[in-house]
């Protein structure tokens, strides 16, 4: 696989989890409605997709090794990669109760970032252990702040 696309699938893979997973939970702890999480499921979906590509596009081109192919490259795959992954969470949502669908998210989006992670590592030669437990760290940060601000603005304005 090219170098390019590894940058747009990585990136586009591990935001698409995170941002998605935090709005998710934001907006389930925020307003407790199945129609809330799927819009926000959606907006990460195409608004931080192209977002995302941009910010990696002008990222690949301050580099000025990157040809112009491998910088759409880069930006292409994270656009559909985010897409593609957030898009992914909505499934869950449209066929279980809210509550149950948040769990089932998690685990899905935990299991891909092992997995993914398990195949950076050793692609680099390095401990998957260590790679996964500092990048679900993060993940889980993400997630118990995005909870609680989910709390603060159910407490001050629901």
């Known amino acids: 696989m090219k170098d390019s696309v590894k940058v747009g699938l990585g990136f586009g893979l591990t935001s698409g989890i995170i941002t998605t997973l935090g709005v998710m939970i934001g907006?389930?702890?925020?307003?407790?409605?199945?129609?809330?999480?799927?819009?926000?499921?959606l907006t990460v979906a195409i608004a931080d997709a192209f977002s995302d590509a941009l910010g990696i596009h002008i990222s690949e081109e301050s580099n000025k090794k990157n040809s112009h192919k491998a910088i759409w490259e880069s930006t292409i795959a994270t656009f559909f990669t985010k897409l593609i992954v957030a898009l992914t969470f909505v499934i869950p949502i449209l066929?279980?109760?809210?509550?149950?669908?948040?769990?089932?998210?998690?685990?899905?989006?935990?299991?891909?970032l092992i997995?993914?992670?398990?195949?950076?590592?050793?692609?680099?030669?390095?401990?998957?252990?260590?790679?996964i437990i500092s990048?679900?760290?993060?993940?889980?940060v993400v997630i118990i702040?995005?909870?609680?601000?989910?709390?603060?603005?159910?407490t001050y304005f629901g």
């Open 145 to 154: 702040s995005t909870y609680f601000v989910g709390r603060l603005i159910a």
């Open 95 to 112: 066929f279980f109760n809210l509550k149950s669908a948040i769990v089932i998210n998690l685990v899905w989006g935990s299991l891909l």
């Open 135 to 140: 990048h679900l760290g993060i993940a889980i």
């Open 27 to 41: 907006l389930d702890v925020g307003t407790g409605l199945k129609l809330a999480v799927i819009g926000g499921i």
């Open 115 to 131: 997995v993914f992670n398990y195949f950076l590592a050793k692609q680099r030669g390095e401990s998957p252990m260590k790679i």
